[in-house]
């Protein structure tokens, strides 16, 4: 065993792909979720794929005597990463102190211990909204942070910068920032994917339960935007790809390779695609077709943000090599999946 590392929120999108990619690697995984945005049956897929059920606690990672229990009945963990958290930007409008608890008092919650119990580096899952609209695509580490748009944009800021104080005061810790783009798609054998709850907000889980008959037509938000095609463009990358960032992330932290106690990642493709070319792409790559309208933009979006991940391709190690049609692919068969087990 390489170490026993805790992810909290394992049990969700992201979280549940990288514990896969850390049992692969030789990691022991402890997970931590409070099951608001899964479920239970997330344990039997990761067992599927991977051969190891990971230890699992049902607890808030805002709730810092679970926490602690975990730790003292889980001892010798190396190292964290940290999903654990609420993601809506709609919702984040609405309920901003929801948002304000569960992902600050959490990742609080998780520094104030590392320390006590000698673990040694946190990954955080941040994201591109840090950088707002970019003045120039692709977006490198060095972009300015743009004022936060939403609660949950402001979570993500305010968290960077906690890590980043408490580092500077002499917290004999690490730790590495990972800025998603916009993960997309699901496990290859269709075990685990993205279960969202309810009416999706983001496109992916949108498009795929219109092209399987649970919605009627995507609505496309926007085509008068400063793009080739007028649609929207981003940064699609595989979950995939992106899980196994996580397993570098951390193995460069644990190991001591990473140069400063604080780095900060850009993970994304570096390909910008707009909505109009990702709905093409599906098409092609299923041979489903997804009904579609344009209607007028949505509030809050940004125009075209795609990545420069130099960065992570040259220091970090890491490259996403998925193609676009293969993601496509990969989130057709996972909603397939889910029709199959009844669950949508
Ligand atoms: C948002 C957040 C991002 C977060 C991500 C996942 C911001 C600025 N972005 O990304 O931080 O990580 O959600 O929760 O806060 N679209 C449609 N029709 C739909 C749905 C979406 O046309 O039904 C379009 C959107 O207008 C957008 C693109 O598809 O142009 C992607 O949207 P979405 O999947 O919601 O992700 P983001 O808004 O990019």
């Known amino acids: 065993m390489k170490g026993k590392i805790l992810v909290t929120g394992g049990t969700g999108y992201i979280g549940s792909h990288t514990v896969v990619e850390l049992q692969a690697a030789g990691y022991e995984v402890v997970i ?14 990761i067992e599927k794929i991977s051969g190891v059920r990971p230890v699992f606690v049902e607890a808030d990672c805002t709730d810092k005597e679970a926490l602690t229990k975990l730790f003292d009945e889980n001892p010798g963990i190396n190292g964290i990463i940290n999903f654990a958290a609420s993601k809506a930007v709609g919702e984040s409008v609405q309920k901003p102190l929801l948002y304000y608890r569960n992902n600050l008092v959490t990742l609080i919650n998780l520094l104030e211990l590392m320390p006590k119990y000698g673990t040694k580096g946190i990954v955080f899952s941040s994201s591109c909204t840090v950088y707002g609209e970019p003045d120039v695509n692709p ?22 910068e906690i890590i980043a104080d408490y580092i500077t005061s002499g917290a004999p810790i690490k730790s590495i920032l990972l800025r998603y783009f916009n993960p997309v798609g699901a496990h290859p054998s269709a075990e685990i994917g993205e279960l969202p709850n309810g009416v999706p907000q983001n496109l992916i889980p949108f498009l795929t339960q219109t092209a399987i008959g649970i ?10 935007y400063n793009t080739p095609d007028g649609s929207c463009i981003r ?5 995939v790809d992106l899980a196994k960032a996580h397993v570098k992330a951390l193995e460069r932290m644990l190991e001591d390779k990473s140069e400063e106690k604080l780095e900060v990642f850009n993970l994304g493709t570096g390909v ?10 599906f098409e092609t790559a299923t041979g489903v077709k997804v009904p579609h309208k344009i209607v007028g933009r949505r509030e809050g979006d940004i125009e075209k943000v795609w990545a ?20 496509m692919r990969s989130a057709w068969n996972w909603q397939l999946r889910l029709r199959e087990r009844g669950i949508m």
């Open 32 to 45: 931590i979720d409070n099951l608001s945005n899964s479920n239970r049956e997330v344990l039997d897929g």
């Open 139 to 160: 977006v490198d580490e060095t972009a300015p942070i743009k004022k936060a748009t939403s609660p949950y944009g402001n979570t993500k800021q305010i968290s960077e």
């Open 215 to 224: 919605r009627k037509e995507l609505s496309v938000f926007g085509n008068d």
């Open 235 to 239: 940064d699609f990358i595989n979950v």
């Open 272 to 281: 910008g695609l707009s909505v109009l070319e990702l709905i093409n792409a």
């Open 308 to 327: 420069n991940p130099d960065r992570a391709n040259n220091v970090l190690g890491w490259k996403a090599t998925t193609p676009i049609e293969d993601t």
